[in-house]
């Protein structure tokens, strides 16, 4: 199964029009008046404005020059409202006490911010993203699509629900591709172990990227034909399905049994499989540098 690169999705940011509408989705937020919220490129404020009514304290961080100095100059008498000039990419986050994200942020980033808000040690208790309809829709899986290799990395730890649709006319300039409110939203209680983490992710990886016909044969190596007909039964898939046609339930269902039912020397056939596409997709990254 092809892994798919979501970063390689290219469009421009495109910035919201209307503040009724803006501080309506903030009001439908869980951002009160106690919180810490991190703003992703905040353009000309108009978010900024509605968070800094709603929250404690904002901290806005805008790479572009121009877009800062002016930003600067709006919030300069409020105290609630910080404004940072940087890339959020390299921003480091707070390593401890809560915070949340509500940001619309430029498409072309979407892949490498998501992974940042959900890969750091001490995630945000909640992120608001305007992203994207596609990448979304990747990211978050079942009901709004299939689960996908992002999904499930994310699931365990993540609820992700999209909030809302907008119209393409909310914005200037206005997109040619559908746009929504992702939240994600971390979980209390986790539903993989933290020191289960890398082995989950090296199973998933391993399940999405060994260019078979069905995950039966994906898992060849890992589960014996008995163990995979048993668990396709318990679990209620296809024996031909394929690793999209599985919920995230039947693939935790699969992880689990890995832990338990699985020699050792069979579990060692998927150790470092995340790490090896990662070297995998910045080699091609390289050669498509190089070559454009």
């Not at 994600?184 to 399940?207: H, N, T, W």
């Not at 039947?250 to 056939?269: A, D, H, I, P």
């Amino acid at each position: 199964m092809k892994n798919e690169d979501i970063s390689q999705i290219k469009y421009s940011q495109n910035f919201l029009r209307n503040p009724k509408l803006v501080e309506e989705l903030v009001g439908k937020s869980s951002i009160a008046s106690n919180d810490l919220v991190y703003e992703i490129g905040p353009g000309k404020g108009i978010i900024t404005e509605q968070l800094a009514k709603k929250s404690a304290k904002v901290i806005a961080i805008e790479k572009d020059r121009r877009l800062y100095e002016k930003l600067k100059e709006k919030f300069s008498g409020n105290q609630k409202v910080e404004i940072k000039h940087g890339d959020f990419l390299n921003w480091h986050l707070p390593r401890e006490g809560e915070y949340k994200v509500f940001s619309n942020i430029p498409f072309n980033l979407t892949a490498d911010i998501v992974t940042k808000i959900t890969a750091t040690s001490n995630p945000p208790k909640d992120a608001y993203l305007i992203i994207q309809e596609e990448a979304a829709k990747k990211f978050a899986g079942l009901p709004y699509g299939k689960e996908r290799q992002y999904s499930l990395l994310l699931k365990p730890w993540f609820e992700l629900k999209i909030l809302y649709h907008f119209k393409n006319t909310d914005f200037y300039p206005i997109p040619q591709v559908g746009v929504v409110l992702l939240q994600i939203k971390k979980r209390e209680e986790p539903l993989v172990e933290k020191e289960q983490a890398k082995l989950y992710r090296d199973f998933i990886v391993y399940g999405f990227n060994q260019w078979k016909p069905s995950l039966e044969k994906s898992l060849k190596k890992i589960f014996t034909h008995e163990q995979f007909k048993r668990l396709s039964k318990n679990l209620g898939f296809e024996r031909t399905a394929q690793p999209t046609d599985l919920t995230f339930e039947q693939w935790l269902g699969l992880f689990k049994y890995f832990l338990t039912g699985v020699e050792e020397k069979k579990k060692e056939l998927i150790y470092g499989a995340e790490a090896a596409l990662k070297q995998q997709q910045a080699r091609l990254q390289k050669i498509h540098r190089t070559r454009f």
